[in-house]
């Protein structure tokens, strides 16, 4: 069977195509709940849309694409099949998505690359600057160090419960130790490389 599942409160504007699954995977494509998805946008077969996201006009996911939670794609822009953007992602204007898009990170140019935290975005989700300080470093290892992503990924397992010890500081040691693990989970899981 080939369906497509579509969630609550989500704004979808004129002359979207959407396209049902196909029998490769579940033959489900799945849009999440409390998306704002602008006009001329094409969701191909397969394709996983997480909650909160941003699909600005024009931007095309092909069949498989996989995006998660509070990502924004811009305008005019084209994700490559079977590519995951992270959550909390950015995708600038135009870009041409071939690789997948790291949690937390803001990415555009051609070639496409990441250019820094996506902090506008983060704070305005009330990421404190206690939380955004660890995303930082894993933004430092991954894109700006010159490490390979083996050695990275270790340093970034490192941050886990790092300068961390008050008893207040418990609800924000789980955010920061779950944002570590949404990193590394991510890249775990990677099939295409990662836009670095």
Not at 43 to 57: I, P, Y
Not at 72 to 94: D, E, K, P, W, Y
Request: charged share 20%.
């Amino acid at each position: 069977m080939r369906v497509m599942v579509i969630g609550d409160r989500n704004t979808i504007r004129e002359f979207c195509t959407f396209n049902t699954g196909t029998f490769k995977e579940e033959g489900v494509t799945r849009v999440g709940s409390d998306n704002w998805i602008m006009a001329y946008v094409h969701l191909a077969h397969d394709v996983r849309l997480g909650d909160h996201c941003v699909l600005a006009n024009n931007a095309t996911l092909a069949g498989h694409v996989h995006v998660g939670d509070w990502a924004t794609i811009g305008g005019l822009s084209g994700v490559h099949q079977f590519v995951h953007i992270g959550a909390h992602a950015m995708i600038g204007f135009q870009g041409h998505v071939a690789q997948d898009v790291a949690p937390y990170m803001t990415v555009d140019g051609n070639p496409l690359s990441v250019r820094a935290v996506n902090l506008t975005g983060l704070r305005r989700r009330g990421f404190s600057n206690e939380r955004l300080h660890p995303i930082r470093e894993m933004h430092k290892l991954l894109f700006r160090s010159g490490m390979p992503l083996e050695q990275a990924v270790e340093a970034i397992s490192a941050l886990r419960g790092q300068g961390r010890d008050a008893a207040q500081q418990a609800e924000i040691d789980a955010q920061i130790d779950a944002d570590i693990t949404l990193m590394l989970d991510f890249i775990a899981q990677a099939k295409r490389g990662l836009v670095r």
